[in-house]
């Protein structure tokens, strides 16, 4: 299939950017996304033209690293899908596809349609651990953990880390990313002594980045690769909420 | 060369125990006085960087991702093994370490593969205290699955995404160190070179890929853990990413590169399905637990796998290996359907694939199951496909999967550059010719949390040399000659892109150095590389430049490594004339197409030694002595 694409060119965080449109023909619909990329990348070389630079890694799905807006929705039209695992069977011959960066403040554009997500590794270094030393560890099954805990963990704890929640979100807010994180360590008996200093650690830190607040509109739920649930927000603002009550100075 | 093994005196299972009990140590107080530079983030990395960074060192962490926590060890799905005998099926710190031991073929250390058995508990227990959910029983018991090569059922997984969980670990618990101000992060920043300065590993040339600047780091101890190099495939499973350059430079200042023959090709992945195709995708082997692998009896049969009746089709698995079945170790799955295809038996596009069947298992154990099992892996075929494997057997085949070759360590995980250590997939030292399933994750974890820590420590506490310092002339030259090479690059301004010769290498590695390998066609790979890589160096075309976020700069750095890599895999898969494990030279199979090895000739590592740009690189061997178990032919018969 043939296709015009839209993409945004920026070459760089400092400089000024606007899509530029490209025309790609011969997509096979067994294609990835990132692969029809390449095609494009791989022709725009060849004519000497500065090929689109993007990020992806795994290509499989589980790394978080690729991530860009299609057609205006986070990874594109498919649910629970990133853009790498998105394949170009979902198209049709003749579509115009606008691809733009993650937008949102606190994820700066580096070029193109690669941006920075320091920002996110920032929240779980102010909380997003249990504080325990290696070789300090009790034997494995000491602490038998109910199996219902331990999915319900195992949910919260599939978040890969893509950005697409805050991409999503009318606010730009980081909440789904670290109620995940709260919520997979606050469901585990390992997690419960720093349940409290987490919740108002990472909470802290993602306001100090300059994430929106959270207004649950869900969209990010939506757009999240790994379907994480909204129900994990209210778990954090529990947490949170109880955690600054009980708080001393 | 002299490769110092430094394997330690006493009876097998009490080596490391001995060991540990008279390694040097560095005082609490002085241990921040000491910086290590960990190149890596991924289970190994990672997990060093934490360990290190807990005890006191001041450690600085590269990757060449966006975050650490991207590392592609986070692609591996089924799981991770321990001798925890939690299911009392007679499982024990022998038995792991000799099933690892045969499953390599017999071509590992035997020290080194008795620790990581010995340390595989301590792993769990760790990962547990750190909040990985791993998959439990109703009881709040941990949950334990079967993999190849083993009869016992001693895999801990969480769903399909164990690799991730455990990375996940790793990583929260090295951004605590981040946090507290005891490791320094450099994300996007990829190593470009290693420093040495009087024979010690000093420091490192590693370019900031956002700014493109180019900065020399120094350090009184580097780690590489850089991970495997089967992109030198092109198509693989690995990310890509993931690059061979950090252990490449190793490997030209002096650091012996050992057995990098072999490479594993895993039997379960979803086949090539076009020339456009950047990457291949695993399917867990933990699918081999409940999906029979199948191809028809005859010849071209092109019925669809539901009209095709019980009695047509060959499980050739289960008809050849009755003891293990579909959980033959990889080496030999992938080898069978090989030879099934080239029999003209192979199906879909091109007949190069094989059916994975879980309709018995469906019937058996129901639909729930089985969706709660693997409900990750059958959305990701899906995906991929647009096939759905609950209805129609998937289409497997084999692809380039890990390499079990590496920079060559002794037993306290240091190359024979002092002061370079090498951990995980990086290094070559624990599974032989042939990796058994759940056992990568396990390396690189007993190698980060457990063994590194005091290791590097004794070498801290001998180290008597002054510090180096940036403004030396080794740094000084190291860093021009970083420069030079990205100038070179972008100077060319050729014809071709650097994807069309990685895509070229790639089919040469493929075709002669992949799952069988003959004497005629390594040589003729060998004068096609050689080719291959005077073209590069005249026609590739780089645009841009070296002081922005280019990555076909990036790239072009890492082909022109794997190039050279190439080669090197070439020269060690002809030296080597016997098979063994995934390494498989068709002129040395037994009467039923089984590898044949020669312990007469080859029972040793070969450690390549790097002579000049021209000169053939210097083999030098470190035998294989076995203590504790017989030699055998492998049999899974």
Known sequence: MNLKLKIWRQAGAKKDGKLVTYDVKDISPDMSFLEMLDVLNEGLTKKGDDPVAFDSDCREGICGTCGCMVNGVAHGPTPATTVCQLHMRHFNDGDTIVIEPWRARAFPVLKDLVVDRGAFDRIISAGGFVSVRTGSAPEANAIPVPKQASDRAMDAAACIGCGACVAACPNASATLFAAAKISHLGLLPQGQPERQRRALAMVGQMDKEGFGGCTNIGECTAACPKEISQDFIARMNRDYLVASADKRD | ?637
């Not at chain 2, 390499?403 to 306290?412: C, E, F, R, S």
């Not at chain 2, 050279?564 to 002129?587: K, P, V």
Request: proline share 4%; aromatic share 10%.
């Open chain 2, 1 to 637: 060369m002299e490769l110092k093994s430094n394997i330690p005196e006493g009876r097998l299972e009490e080596k490391w125990k001995h060991h540990r009990d008279h390694l040097a140590l560095v005082n609490a107080t002085n241990k921040r006085k000491f910086t290590v530079i960990v190149v890596g983030s991924g289970l190994a990395g990672g997990s060093a960087s934490a360990s290190l960074a807990e005890l006191g060192y001041d450690v600085k962490t590269f990757c060449y991702q966006d975050s650490p926590r991207r590392a592609h060890s986070i692609a591996a799905q089924g799981g991770i093994n321990a001798a925890k005998n939690y299911t009392n099926d007679g499982d024990s710190t022998f038995r792991l370490f000799y099933d690892t031991i045969k499953g390599g073929d017999f071509r590992a250390r035997e020290a080194n593969v008795h620790r990581l058995a010995e340390l595989s508990v301590n792993i769990i227990d760790q990962c547990v205290a750190q909040g990985v959910p791993f998959a439990r029983e109703y009881g709040g018991q941990l949950d334990n699955r079967s993999f190849g090569g083993a009869q016992v059922s001693r895999t801990f997984y969480a769903r399909g995404q164990t690799g991730q969980q455990l990375l996940l670990g790793a990583y929260s618990a090295l951004m605590r160190q981040v946090g507290a101000g005891k490791i320094a992060l450099y994300p996007r920043s990829e190593m470009l070179d290693l420093v040495v300065v009087d024979g010690r590993a000093r420091g490192i040339v590693s370019r900031d890929l956002v700014t493109g600047q180019i900065e020399t780091h120094v350090a009184d101890a580097v780690v590489l853990a850089t991970g495997g190099y089967g992109n030198v495939f092109f198509l693989s499973t690995n990310a890509k990413g993931c690059n061979t350059s950090a252990i490449w430079r190793a490997y030209k200042h002096g650091a012996a590169f050992a057995n990098p023959c072999y490479t594993q090709i895993h039997p379960t992945c979803i086949p090539v399905s076009g020339d456009y195709q950047s990457k291949l995708t695993l399917m867990s082997e933990s699918l081999r637990n409940d999906g029979r692998i199948w191809v028809p009896k005859k010849k071209g049969d092109a019925r669809s796998p539901d009209q095709i009746p019980e009695d047509e089709r060959d499980y050739y698995l289960e008809r050849k290996y009755p003891s293990y079945g579909n959980l033959v170790p990889r080496d030999v799955a992938s080898r069978n359907a090989k030879q099934v295809c080239d029999e003209g038996r192979g199906v879909g596009p091109g007949g190069r694939g094989v059916y994975l069947d879980f309709a018995d298992a469906i019937k058996r154990l129901g639909m729930n199951v089985i969706r709660e099992r693997y409900t990750n892996l059958f959305e990701m075929y899906n995906r991929i496909t647009g096939e759905d494997p609950y209805r129609v057997p998937m289409r497997i085949y084999p692809a380039i999967h890990y390499t079990m070759g590496g920079l060559w360590v002794d037993y306290n995980l240091m190359t024979s550059i002092p002061g370079l250590f090498c951990v995980g997939e990086a290094n070559f030292s624990d599974h032989g010719a042939n990796r058994l399933g759940a056992s990568a994750l396990m390396q690189g974890l007993a190698d980060g949390y457990f063994v590194l820590p005091y290791t590097l420590g004794d070498y801290l506490a001998r180290l008597k040399a002054p510090k180096a310092k940036a403004d030396q002339p080794e740094f000084r030259k190291a860093e021009a000659d970083v420069r030079g090479r990205i100038e070179k690059l972008l100077s060319i301004k050729g014809k071709r892109t650097v994807d069309s010769f990685h895509r070229e290498l790639g089919l040469i590695m493929w075709e002669f150095c992949g799952m069988s390998r003959t004497d005629a066609g390594l040589k003729e790979a060998i004068r096609k590389i050689g080719e291959l890589k005077k073209s590069f160096w005249n026609d590739v075309n780089v645009l841009g430049s070296g002081e922005e976020l280019n990555q076909a700069l990036e790239r072009a750095g890492r082909v022109a490594d794997f190039i050279e890599l190439g080669e090197l895999m070439c020269i060690d898969a002809l030296h080597r004339t016997e098979s063994c494990g995934g390494h498989f030279r068709e002129e040395s199979q037994t009467p039923d197409g089984e590898a044949k090895r020669d312990d007469a000739n080859f029972s040793y590592v070969a450690a390549w030694e790097y002579k000049g740009p021209d000169a053939a690189p210097g083999l030098n061997k470190e035998p294989l002595t076995f203590e504790s178990v017989t030699l055998a032919q492998r049999s899974y018969q």
